[in-house]
C-alpha cells in the first residue's frame, strides 16, 4: 500500500513571496490534515479536512495559508506571503475517518529567508 | 489550552541499555499515542493506549496509560542503534477531533 505522498520535499523561498505544497493521501482514507512542525516542537494542526470539507481550521492563520481538497483526495496548502516565520516541516497525513490512525508523509520542509 | 509535556528533552545512552520517557498532562486524555520520528520523515505510529492504566507493548516497547488519564510513560529495552530518533506523546483534544502532540524526547544511541 501505498503512504502519504508530499511534493516538494524542500523548498526555499525569500520573505513576502508564495509557495505551494502538494499532498496525496493513502487511497481511501477520507480525513486529511495539515501539521506545521517548528523545530524542536511537536506537529501542530493546522486544517483537517473530512473528504472536500473543512473540520477544523481553528489554527490556520487564515489572512496568509489556505488549503483546499477540492475533489476529496489530493490537497494543496498555500501560503502567501511568506514570513520568516514560517520556516518549518509541513507535514501531512490522512486517516480512514477521524477515529483511525493517522499516517504521516515525510512532509515538505520550508526555509525563508 | 491543554499541553503535553514530555521528559526528559534528551537521551545518550549505550546499545543495550533500557530508556525510559514519560509524558505528562495537567488535563486528562483519553487516548495516549505514541509516534516515532526518524531524521527527514514524519512521526510513524508506535503504540496506542485507550483506558486508563492499560499496559500495551510492540516488540521491545512498552507503553502504559496513567490511572489519572494524566500521564503515560514508554519504555524501550535493550536499545539499538535504529532506535535513534525522536519520540512524540499524543492524545485527542477535548472535542476529540485533533491530535495535540508533546515537544519530543531526542534519542541517542551509541554502539
Known amino acids: 500500500e501505498a503512504g502519504v505522498a508530499q511534493s516538494p520535499r524542500y523548498k526555499i523561498i525569500e520573505k513576502r513571496q508564495s509557495v505551494a505544497f502538494w499532498c496525496n493521501p493513502i487511497s481511501g482514507h477520507a480525513t486529511l490534515y495539515w501539521y506545521q512542525q517548528i523545530l524542536g516542537q511537536g506537529p501542530k494542526l493546522l486544517i483537517q479536512f473530512q473528504n472536500n470539507g473543512v473540520v477544523d481550521d481553528s489554527q490556520l492563520p487564515k489572512d496568509r495559508f489556505s488549503a483546499e481538497r477540492l475533489k476529496g483526495v489530493d490537497s494543496t496548502l498555500k501560503i502567501q506571503p511568506a514570513k520568516l516565520e514560517d520556516s518549518a516541516v509541513y507535514l501531512c497525513?490522512?486517516?480512514?475517518?477521524?477515529?483511525?490512525?493517522?499516517?504521516f508523509g515525510p512532509g515538505t520542509r520550508l526555509l525563508v529567508l | 489550552g491543554q499541553q503535553l509535556n514530555q521528559s526528559p528533552q534528551s537521551m545518550f545512552i549505550q546499545e543495550g541499555e533500557d530508556v525510559s520517557m514519560n509524558c505528562t498532562s495537567s488535563?486528562?486524555?483519553?487516548?495516549w499515542l505514541w509516534y516515532k520520528q526518524d531524521p527527514g520523515e514524519g512521526p510513524v505510529l508506535l503504540i496506542a493506549?485507550?483506558?486508563?492504566?492499560e499496559l500495551t507493548s510492540n516488540g521491545r516497547l512498552t507503553a502504559q496509560f496513567g490511572i489519572t488519564r494524566k500521564d503515560s510513560f514508554l519504555n524501550i529495552s535493550a536499545s539499538i542503534p535504529s532506535d535513534v530518533g525522536i519520540y512524540f506523546c499524543?492524545?485527542?483534544?477535548?472535542?476529540?477531533?485533533?491530535?495535540?502532540f508533546g515537544k519530543g524526547t531526542t534519542l541517542s544511541v551509541s554502539s
Open positions: 488535563s486528562i486524555f483519553n487516548t
Open positions: 499524543a492524545g485527542f483534544n477535548q472535542a476529540g477531533t485533533a491530535l495535540i
Open positions: 497525513a490522512s486517516s480512514l475517518t477521524r477515529q483511525e490512525t493517522q499516517y
Open positions: 493506549l485507550y483506558k486508563a492504566g
